[in-house]
C-alpha cells in the first residue's frame, strides 16, 4: 500500500532564517510511518534540500514551467527543480489558477514535465464556493481533474489534493461527509479512466484550513490519504501533530 502523505505548501513564506524548521521538523519524526514533504519557495529549495539531506523529510516545489529551459523570465523548470534536490511539485494550486490565470490544459502540461523529469506532481484542483452553492462541485472537480492530470497518471507519479477554494485559509472545513463525496467521487473517476491500479493506488490529499485540531477527523475518512497543509505547515508546532495524526491511520 502506498505511504500517506503529509506535504506543507509555505506559499510565498520563508527565508532562510526559517529552514531550521526543516531538522526540527526531522528531529521530532525521524521515523514515520506517512512520507514529508515540505514544499518551500523556490529560493529555499535547495538549501532545504540540504537541510533535509539523510532525514525523512522530502522537499518539493510550488509550481513549475511546462518547458525544460528557453526564454522564460521569472519561471524555472522541473528539472530544475529536480537538479536543486526537490523530489515532487505541487501544480494548479487555486492561487496560481486565480493569480496567474492557470488553465487544466496549462497544470496539465506542467504536469507532463514534472513526470518527464521524474519528480511527483501533486496536481491539486477543488471547487469555489459559488460553484459548491450552484450543486456544482463533482462536475467541477471532475473536469479539473480529467484536463489538469496527465495521461501517464499512476501511483507512483501522481497525487491529487482537493482543495476547496473556499476552505483555504478561512479556517472553513468542509463536513466529513462532503470531504468523503468529493475523495470518493474521484477515487471511483481515476479507477474508470486509468484502471484499477492507479484508481486504488492515486494518493488522495485534503487541503483547506487543516490543523492540529481537526487532522485527526480528517484523516479517518475514508479515501484521504493525507493533507496538504498551508499555514499550519508554517510553525514546527502545528505541522508536527499534523503528521502524528496520519503516523495514527498509516
Ligand atoms: P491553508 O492550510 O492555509 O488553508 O492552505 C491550504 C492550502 O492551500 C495548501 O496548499
Not at 27 to 44: D, G, K, Q, R
Not at 140 to 146: A, C, N, R, S, T
Not at 203 to 229: H, M, Q, T, W
Request: one cysteine or more.
Amino acid at each position: 500500500m502506498t505511504r500517506k502523505l503529509a506535504a506543507g505548501n509555505w506559499k510565498m513564506n520563508g527565508t532562510a532564517a526559517d529552514l531550521d524548521r526543516i531538522a526540527r521538523l526531522a528531529a521530532a519524526h525521524p521515523e514515520p510511518a506517512c512520507e514529508v514533504l515540505i514544499c518551500p519557495p523556490a529560493t529555499l529549495v535547495s538549501r532545504a534540500a540540504e537541510q533535509a539531506a539523510g532525514t525523512p523529510v522530502k522537499i518539493g516545489g510550488q509550481d513549475c514551467h511546462p518547458e525544460t529551459s528557453g526564454a522564460h523570465t521569472g519561471d524555472h523548470s522541473a528539472v530544475m527543480l529536480a537538479d536543486a534536490g526537490a523530489t515532487a511539485v505541487i501544480l494548479g494550486h487555486s492561487e496560481r489558477r486565480a493569480d496567474h490565470g492557470e488553465t487544466n490544459l496549462t497544470v496539465q502540461r506542467k504536469a507532463e514535465a514534472v513526470l518527464a523529469a521524474d519528480l511527483t506532481a501533486i496536481v491539486c484542483i477543488g471547487e469555489t464556493l459559488d460553484q459548491r452553492e450552484a450543486g456544482r462541485t463533482l462536475d467541477i472537480v471532475e473536469e479539473q481533474l480529467f484536463g489538469s492530470l496527465p495521461e501517464a497518471a499512476t501511483a507512483e507519479n501522481t497525487v491529487v489534493a482537493y482543495e476547496p477554494v473556499w476552505a483555504i485559509g478561512t479556517g472553513k472545513v468542509p463536513t466529513n461527509d462532503q470531504i468523503a463525496e468529493v475523495h470518493s467521487h474521484i477515487r471511483t473517476r481515476l479507477g474508470d479512466h486509468y484502471g484499477a491500479a492507479a484508481g486504488t493506488g492515486i494518493r488522495l490529499l485534503y487541503g483547506g484550513s487543516v490543523k492540529p485540531g481537526n487532522a485527526g477527523e480528517i484523516f479517518a475518512i475514508d479515501n484521504v490519504d493525507g493533507a496538504l497543509v498551508g499555514g499550519a505547515s508554517l510553525r514546527v508546532e502545528d505541522f508536527s501533530p499534523i503528521i502524528s495524526a496520519l503516523d495514527g491511520k498509516a
